[in-house]
């Protein structure tokens, strides 16, 4: 990456971006497999998809493709499209033709939290108190958890699926048994409350969640033994791990808030904070993919890049007043999707 946050040039001027109004908020945003395309899932029930590069012409408005909102989008595991849900229960394969497939349909039940592991090209759905993986035409259901699924994620390898819901996590095996052996019953790591988002560490050692309490939760999956950490004003509801897995970034801060995970890990120590105060409090946090860089979106609508190595930051678009609620990397890392509660969508590209 050839970003230099000290170099004044990106202290004085914002990078370009490709700006599009929609009539709908934005629930999720994505590049695909081979960071071509940018797509926005939208509360009108449609999905908008964009070329990556933002000097091409972007296409027409598409219409709905969920009967409701569209809650969750992924990039396709197993193909150039996306994976979109929606509170129509429904699961669908987006095609780069603009084609939808439908993977599932849960009748009376919201898809709401989306995972892909694109190793295996599989996906994870929360369907209610219930998850689905969806693999090669093959449809397995986990469940049901004590209460509704808040969220999930993959396991490194893609083995096991992490689910996150009131009095903690439940951890699912995915492996094919021969016949006449057991499905490995599931693990479950337990703590008071609601847990409200749930990220699985990049080397698979730890899961860490964001709960009801202000806090985050994280277990170490070696030992199964946990640790918290708290003072936060708001509920954590956006984690994100470094691509080394050395650090664990969290929303609700006013500045980055990475919790060091090297060595002894976080225990006793308190969270490297680093970067220019932003308007309000992150709302969303993305780790870059391959870099020590992080993206933060506030709740003010500001948008900023921060260098956990030098402790600088840069505003790369200023507040506005509409929440950011999701943000993505392209896979090269140059490329950074926005997309807000008015209905915003903007693709910056941070190649300078």
């Not at 012409?57 to 569209?70: D, T």
């Not at 984690?239 to 225990?267: C, H, I, M, N």
Request: hydrophobic content about 40%; overall charge neutral.
């Amino acid at each position: 990456m050839k970003i230099d946050l000290a170099n004044p040039a990106w202290q004085q001027t914002l990078p370009p971006a490709r700006s599009l109004a929609t009539d709908a908020p934005v629930a999720a945003c994505a590049f695909n497999r081979d960071g071509t395309a940018v797509a926005f899932a939208l509360g009108d029930g449609s999905v908008r998809r964009l070329p990556a590069d933002i000097a091409a012409a972007a296409p027409a408005p598409p219409a709905p493709v969920h009967g409701g909102a569209v809650l969750a989008l992924v990039a396709d595991p197993a193909g150039d499209g996306f994976v979109s849900g929606g509170d129509d229960g429904r699961l669908l394969r987006l095609g780069a033709d603009g084609t939808a497939t439908e993977l599932s349909s849960q009748k009376g039940k919201w898809v709401d939290h989306l995972a892909a592991h694109r190793a295996t090209g599989a996906v994870a759905a929360s369907v209610g108190k219930g998850a689905i993986v969806v693999k090669d035409g093959e449809i397995r259901e986990f469940g049901p958890h004590q209460s509704t699924v808040a969220d999930l994620d993959f396991s490194k390898d893609g083995s096991r699926i992490a689910c996150a819901h009131y009095g903690g996590v439940t951890v699912w095996s995915l492996g094919q048994t021969t016949q006449g052996q057991a499905t490995p019953p599931p693990r479950r790591f337990a703590w008071r409350g609601s847990h409200v988002a749930l990220r699985w560490s990049t080397d698979g050692k730890f899961i860490a969640t964001g709960t009801q309490e202000n806090d985050i939760h994280v277990w170490r999956m070696a030992q199964a033994t946990d640790m918290r950490m708290q003072g936060y004003p708001a509920k954590v509801k956006s984690l994100s791990w470094t691509a080394d897995a050395r650090f664990l970034y969290t929303s609700s801060q006013p500045v980055f808030t990475a919790w060091p995970f090297s060595g002894k890990g976080p225990e006793g120590k308190p969270p490297l904070q680093f970067g220019e105060e932003g308007a309000g409090l992150l709302s969303v946090v993305a780790a870059h993919p391959t870099a020590e860089f992080v993206a933060g979106g506030y709740d003010s609508g500001e948008l900023q890049l921060g260098d956990i190595k030098t402790r600088r930051s840069v505003v790369l678009k200023m507040a506005d007043g509409s929440a950011i609620t999701c943000l993505a990397w392209s896979p090269d890392g140059y490329g950074l999707a926005v997309g807000n509660e008015r209905g915003d969508l903007l693709v910056v590209d941070l190649r300078r």
